[in-house]
């Protein structure tokens, strides 16, 4: 009887070890992975897992173990496992490896590299970098495509900071290759960070690797397009459909099921959902039924006005789990409904996508417009508006895109310098939120109160200029007078760039009537952007910038005071000038005429929040303070591009006076507003930033503040600004 027993024991067991062998992945597929860590059993593999088991104890026992451990750590990895954070103690800069002229490179890869060359994270020595990038393009790892690169493994061995990829950070779009489509990079990673799109919940390593979103590759380099109003004034315009989707199906292989099943929602009132199987060489041989009626249904809907008209897209998978779909409907200001399982949306390490996408089960597509259905106006209105945020702030343009990636491993590395969600999320963005700075939307510059304003007033002119203070009557002079005279000034900085001595300094407390005041030498006295610099000196969220021949009266002051604390994130003050567009010579021009409009407001005479010399310092390109230093010129307009840039907003414009300038000295001062190539420079310097910020980010306004009864008839006892109604220009 015992032996009996042991027998159909034996039975038993081999009967259980050959159920998992030959019929586990049966098992799988009834219970499939949706998300959730399986254990490791050769039970659970499919047939494919199966044959990659084989083939890796195939392998020599050295190579067997090599691959063993580079498996370990890829799954492992994660910033505290595989990433050297010494290298960043001195700072975040980006290197890039030399790129090899003889290998093939995409345009989409090459404006990569030129975002981050030209971007102030790059640097040209490997030893003060804390990133690494490759000058080898891996964005298409399709083996069947024409910008695959071959060789790469042995090309990544042979780079001498490789180190295993620890440190670097690869880009990827397209992995895999017909018919399967998998995630294979057909390389070793290793240690670096990938930055992929149409990467899945399975293969991502949270918190060390990226999502990214799939581009074209028209889209732009630099910029995008401007959102000249804040999102939550986006009007609630009526859409013509509700629901849409036009693009391709595929009749077999991977992606096929989804998309060959929209034909089910389509109802050609507000529900639109056409597809062809029209493309690919041999779409007529595996055509089936449906392609016919499809194609011509196809054909009835031009792409880009059915997005521009729906208020909902789908953004189904395609033969990835990613899609052109996703950022195209971003940028036609539609809302995403993804459908697309297992998919890692782009950048949602940092992006609340629930308050701007829908998600949708490819298992459930007949419940979709059911479900779209069912929202509320007041969401689809705020669903919009932050779609429409999202996409200027982080997908518009390539170095949107990058630099957002960056600033994601930054972060990561920097944690006490962590945002919170919230400014990630909400306008202006990460990108322009320096998190040195602030980390949350109630710190943001312009949330703060200011009651006192820090004046700094700038001064340049050589040895010998009648507007260096010689007499107790020179224009710095009385500059000071009438500045200490504010009630709102807190402190008085005077940025010395002469090459005139420097007064002493008991010469001119007496002048200020107590205000403390403090002169400044720059280390560079050269460079006119100095004028910008952050300085501990400035307490004040207000910065009054003044130049030192500037002709305000102390109510002009105050009064300018008043209107900046009603709009604290834009420049508000005296000097306008204007932009516009030059149809004879195809580029931009730039006017002192005085018109009805006007787009930028000079720092000679102006207040702005003391947040703008941070990111004029520390944010802006290089090659833009190139610009400013070579010209020794236009550093106002770039702190008024950089301004529009941030609020999506024009400066403002206050009181009537067209000249701030003593007129008289400035006939005979050796002023750079007197070189006869000044007008020239601003020209050339206006469309070199357009050049460099990829777009034009000036607004015109027709809007002029003055105080009320300045200039009405009445007692001068019921004005308020009384000084401003006797100036003359």
């Known amino acids: 009887m015992q032996a009996k027993q042991r027998y159909i024991l034996l039975f038993l067991s081999c009967a259980f070890l050959a159920l998992c062998y030959f019929g586990g992945y049966r098992l799988k597929g009834l219970f499939p992975d949706r998300g959730r860590h399986w254990p490791s059993l050769d039970c659970y593999m499919d047939s494919e897992e199966l044959m990659e088991h084989r083939a890796f104890w195939s392998l020599p026992p050295k190579q067997r173990q090599e691959e063993a451990k580079a498996n370990t750590v890829r799954e492992q990895c994660r910033m505290e496992t595989c990433f050297d954070f010494s290298k960043c103690v001195s700072g975040f800069k980006v290197y890039i490896h030399p790129v090899e002229e003889t290998v093939a490179m995409s345009s989409t890869y090459r404006k990569i590299l030129n975002v981050i060359t030209e971007s102030r994270y790059h640097t040209t020595d490997a030893s003060q970098a804390c990133l690494f990038i490759l000058g080898l393009d891996t964005l298409d790892r399709d083996s069947l495509s024409s910008d695959y690169v071959r060789g790469m493994q042995s090309k990544l061995n042979s780079l001498p900071h490789w180190n295993g990829g620890q440190n670097h950070i690869i880009f990827n779009f397209y992995s895999g290759t017909w018919p399967d489509y998998t995630e294979d990079l057909g390389m070793d990673i290793g240690r670096a960070i990938l930055a992929k799109a149409s990467i899945s919940v399975q293969n991502y390593r949270p918190s060390f690797d990226i999502s990214l979103p799939l581009v074209h590759k028209e889209h732009l380099e630099r910029g995008g397009d401007i959102l000249p109003i804040y999102a939550e004034n986006i009007p609630a315009a009526s859409k013509s459909y509700l629901l849409a989707f036009k693009g391709k199906r595929y009749v077999y292989g991977i992606g096929s099921e989804t998309r060959n099943s929209l034909y089910h929602l389509h109802n050609s009132r507000d529900v639109i959902m056409v597809t062809t199987c029209k493309h690919g060489k041999s779409w007529k041989e595996l055509k089936d039924e449906r392609c016919e009626e499809d194609n011509a249904e196809y054909d009835r809907y031009d792409y880009e006005i059915l997005l521009h008209n729906s ?127 602030t980390d949350t939307p109630s710190r943001l510059p312009w949330n703060q109160q200011s009651s006192q304003f820090t004046a700094v007033i700038y001064s340049q002119y050589q040895t010998g200029s009648p507007l260096v203070p010689a007499t107790s009557s020179g224009p710095l002079l009385h500059l000071l007078r009438v500045v200490s005279r504010s009630q709102h000034v807190a402190r008085i900085v005077v940025v010395w760039a002469s090459d005139a001595p420097k007064p002493p300094p008991a010469r001119w407390p007496s002048l200020t009537r107590g205000i403390p005041l403090h002169i400044v030498v720059p280390q560079q006295k050269q460079n006119i952007g100095e004028r910008f610099r952050p300085l501990d000196l400035i307490e004040t969220d207000a910065v ?142 206006l469309n070199t930033f357009v050049a460099l910020f990829g777009y034009m980010p000036l607004i015109r306004s027709a809007v002029r503040f003055d105080p009320v009864l300045f200039k009405d008839p009445v007692s001068n006892l019921r004005k308020k600004y009384r000084q401003m109604e006797s100036v003359h220009n």
């Not at 949708?360 to 209105?381: F, G």
């Open 544 to 685: 009054f910038s003044l130049d030192e021949d500037a002709t305000l009266t102390t109510d002009e002051i105050d009064f300018a005071f008043h209107v900046w604390r009603h709009f604290p994130e834009r420049i508000v003050g005296f000097p306008a000038r204007t932009h516009y567009w030059d149809d004879t010579k195809a580029q931009w021009g730039y006017t002192s005429k005085w018109t009805n409009e006007y787009s930028m407001v000079l720092t000679g005479a102006a207040i702005y929040h003391r947040y703008y010399h941070t990111l004029y310092t520390d944010w802006l390109s290089p090659l833009l303070h190139k610009t400013v230093d070579q010209s020794r010129n236009c550093e106002d307009i770039l702190i008024n591009f950089l301004v529009s840039h941030v609020t999506r907003q024009p400066p403002i414009k206050v009181s009537q006076r067209k000249q701030y300038k003593n007129s008289n000295l400035s006939a005979v001062a050796r002023s750079p507003w007197n070189d006869p190539d000044h007008f020239l420079q601003r020209q050339t310097c």
């Open 311 to 437: 208020t909902f897209c789908l953004v189904p998978r395609g033969r990835r789990l990613g899609s052109f779909r996703f950022i195209e409907v971003l940028q036609a200001g539609c809302i995403p409904v993804l459908l697309s399982n297992n998919w890692v949306i782009p950048f949602s390490e940092i992006i609340d996508w629930k308050t701007s996408a829908i998600w949708a089960d490819e298992r459930l597509l007949l419940q979709v417009p059911d479900i779209v259905r069912s929202i509320e106006a007041e969401r689809v209105m705020a669903l919009r508006q932050q779609s429409q945020l999202l996409w200027h702030m982080y997908f518009s343009s390539i170095d949107r895109i990058i630099f957002t990636t960056l600033e994601i491993v930054r972060q990561r590395i920097q944690q006490h310098l962590w945002r919170d969600g919230r400014v990630w999320n909400s306008f202006p963005g990460g990108l322009v939120t320096l998190p040195d700075y």
